[in-house]
């Protein structure tokens, strides 16, 4: 009788301890997916701030400037990411780092997208998502004023030093474009600027409205009027600039193409680039 009564016991006991695991298993299987049911979005929404990733040394797309005397990133993409913000009710976080770094960022999720003049090459839709396209500069040379009627062809620059930002389509068309010259490409183009400025390099590829920003804001150099580039002579020209997100962030790519869309049909993109492009020839 003892020993039936310590059976029925220990049967208990094991019951109780896997009804327990199983209560554990199925709390933890809830957890997990409640977890994996908080958007992107909602975990933006939730912190109060969205995380931009820049490179703030290309006027008049983002650049620093000082405001109040304080130092302030501007520019018409640091623009267009306020209003992708404001759509989605958040603070708006900037990060400036190098060009080259930014998808690495966006990947590991120190920042939530990318607005950086970026064109969205095969190559980087690998490994990130974007946006659809919301400008298409056109592309230019810099060269210093002294220069400016030396260069008149691709050809007189053979042998010649030739800056590029790195990691950028202007990178890809300078050693498409210049295939008898060095190409030397740098992170920042604020570099590249002094380089060229202290005749260590003889022109600079850059999209045209950055290159008259530096223009304007440099006595000493110029866009040149005779080295330009058109689509149908680069191969390597893509067609506009677009807005990075992480890999299969659809939900945040839908959003950030309706800010695109508003902004688009409201004209804003025109006022941002003419208000930037002010603000960095003050």
Known sequence: MIKKFNNYATLIIVILLLSLSLIGCSNSKKVSTSNEAVSTIEKIKDSGKIVLGTCADYPPYE???QIDGKDTIVGFDIDIAKEVAKDLGVELEIKDMDFNGLLAALDTGNVDFVVAGMVPKEE??????????????DQGFLVRVEDEEKYKSISDLDGMKIGAQKGTMQEDMALEMFPNSEIKSLGKITDLVLELKNEKLSGVVLATPVATAYDKANPDLTLSPHISFKKEDVETMEEGVAVA????EQELVDSINKTIDRITEEKLLEKFIQDATALSEE
């Open 63 to 65: 650049f620093h400037k």
């Open 124 to 137: 980087r839709k690998k490994s990130a998502d974007f946006s659809k396209v919301y400008y298409n500069p």
């Open 245 to 248: 997100i992480k890999k299969g």
